[in-house]
């Protein structure tokens, strides 16, 4: 079998990158550190994460001393926006268990597990919004 290669420019290969949900450029050490960050703390790393979060912080404030005026905080708010959308996200997950179990259960629950799994629906759309405006 032969192998077919699509050519494409770097123009178009960003484009990919950011619509996959991950930054544009990766070549520096906070996109790395941010990347990893962003894994840990989907996979409930939180200890990992807390100190991949402190590693972050100590390249940006060391990136900002070598050239003041690039990226000031960009990855640091990255991470923060990165942090709310998943919390929304297990909000959700939590909210969608509930209302299967209410579902199954004898006792209505006059629509409250709807109501509150289409609130954290919404809450973890605009945090995911957030997150990626930044990319």
């Known amino acids: 079998m032969q192998e077919t290669f699509v ?3 770097a123009l178009d290969a960003a484009r990919l990158l950011v619509a996959e ?5 990766e070549r520096r050490l906070t996109d790395k550190l941010l990347l990893a960050y962003n894994q840990a703390y989907a996979q409930g ?5 807390e100190r991949l979060r402190a590693l972050l912080e100590d390249a940006e404030a060391a990136g900002r001393q070598r050239r003041p005026d690039r990226r000031r905080q960009r990855a640091g708010r990255q991470a923060d926006l990165w942090t ?13 268990e509930v209302r299967a179990d209410a579902a199954g ?4 629950d006059d629509g409250r597990a ?13 945090a995911y919004l957030r997150w990626q405006r930044m990319l």
């Open 7 to 9: 050519e494409t420019d």
């Open 21 to 25: 949900g991950r930054p544009r450029f």
């Open 45 to 49: 790393e939180t200890r990992l994460a």
């Open 84 to 96: 709310a959308f998943c919390d929304a996200r297990e909000l959700y997950r939590q909210a969608a």
């Open 105 to 108: 259960a004898d006792d209505p």
């Open 114 to 126: 709807a109501t509150r799994k289409d609130a954290t629906l919404e809450l973890m759309r605009i």
